[in-house]
């Protein structure tokens, strides 16, 4: 029986998840919502970790060494909605960069558990 390829794999291995990561914060920063998000951040180093923890997330050959999620965004305010509006831009962005749909759900499945870490607002707040 052949073994599952992760995710990682699936998706197309470090140049994909690279491609990816860089299309997902040229969205980000172009979201008059979440830009502000990342004023004043090192964006070089921010991509950086961020392409570090999906490797790891989906499988890689990586071992994510930043702080944990709840860490990392307890300085921020973030909703649902803005959870949401991440998570959408993580979509359209794998969508556009030819990321076939059922590999497309399986990443969003593994990253959405991620909300009870980094939302940090209660559910009424916008």
Known sequence: MKAKLSLFDQIGGSPAIEAAVKEFYKRILADEELAPFFE?????????????????????????RGPDMK???AHLAISEKTFGQVAQHLVETLAALDVPQ????????TISPLSTQIVNLPPHCI
Do not use: C, W
């Open 40 to 64: 004043g951040v090192n964006m070089a180093r921010h991509v950086h970790k961020v392409r570090a923890f999906l490797v790891t997330a989906l499988g890689g050959p990586e071992i994510y």
């Open 102 to 109: 059922s590999i497309i759900e399986d990443v969003v499945e």
């Open 71 to 73: 860490q990392a965004h």
